[in-house]
């Protein structure tokens, strides 16, 4: 299955600390896309990373990718209690870049 | 207002009973798909459409069928529930240009429970 993995499954953190999830998939990628649910909602997207790119910032979001070991980490600097939530990747399909798999998520939980 | 609606929002519904999940986008988005979410669980694909008379199936689609009516609906099917169909389900679109074209904008979800 081409279906990214995240890790940790759960974190709780307090406010101001920060946050890095994992993400590891199987086969080869054209990007990959991080995306926040918060409970019960829909996936809001945060940010792609393209194949051929190694790190890439979006406000207080850093995610790295690293093709070699199939692997990709968001870090979320200066967590605050609305960062609560569930985060997911996605990664393209190598057979058909139209269709995405999504990890089963990190679950956020950040104290005030 | 919202650039993905779904409807109904939340349904229950009894074994064996045909239900329908709609989808309605104005994001002028050529690409739409459905996906459910199980407790604890990422998203897994249905069915995926690129346009009007393109219709795919994704890992899941046993027991499922859709209908692209128009470039900005999608429907959903379940011929005959069944319990284990019950969980949330999501409509997303995808569209534009470039690599924007692949990032997916969700719906609010339905949340489906088959008694």
């Known amino acids: 299955s081409q279906q990214g993995e995240e890790d940790p499954q759960a974190l709780s953190i307090q406010e101001g600390e920060n946050a890095t999830m994992n993400c590891s998939y199987k086969t080869s990628i054209n990007n990959l896309q991080w995306y926040r649910q918060n409970s019960g909602r829909g996936l809001v997207h945060l940010i792609l990373i393209r194949s051929n790119e190694r790190e890439k910032h979006s406000g207080r979001l850093r995610v790295t990718l690293d093709t070699s070991k199939k692997s990709s980490s968001l870090l979320i600097t200066a967590s605050r209690a609305a960062d609560t939530a569930s985060y997911f990747c996605?990664?393209?399909?190598?057979?058909?870049?139209?269709?995405?798999?999504f990890g089963s998520g990190t679950k956020l939980n950040v104290k005030p | 207002d919202a650039d993905v609606t779904q409807t109904p929002r939340n349904r229950i519904t009894k074994t064996g009973k045909r239900i329908m999940l709609e989808c309605s986008q104005t994001k002028g988005h050529d690409r739409m798909y459905w996906y459910r979410q199980d407790p604890g669980l990422g998203l897994r694909l249905i069915y995926y459409s690129f346009d009007v008379k393109d219709i795919n199936k994704g890992e899941i689609s046993d027991g499922y069928s859709v209908s692209r009516q128009a470039q900005a609906k999608f429907s959903l099917s379940l011929e005959s529930a069944i319990p284990n169909q019950t969980a949330l389900y999501f409509c997303a679109t995808s569209g534009g240009a470039g690599w924007e074209r692949d990032t997916q904008y969700f719906g609010p979800g339905t949340r489906l429970t088959v008694l």
């Open positions: 996605a990664t393209d399909a190598p057979d058909n870049f139209n269709k995405f798999y």
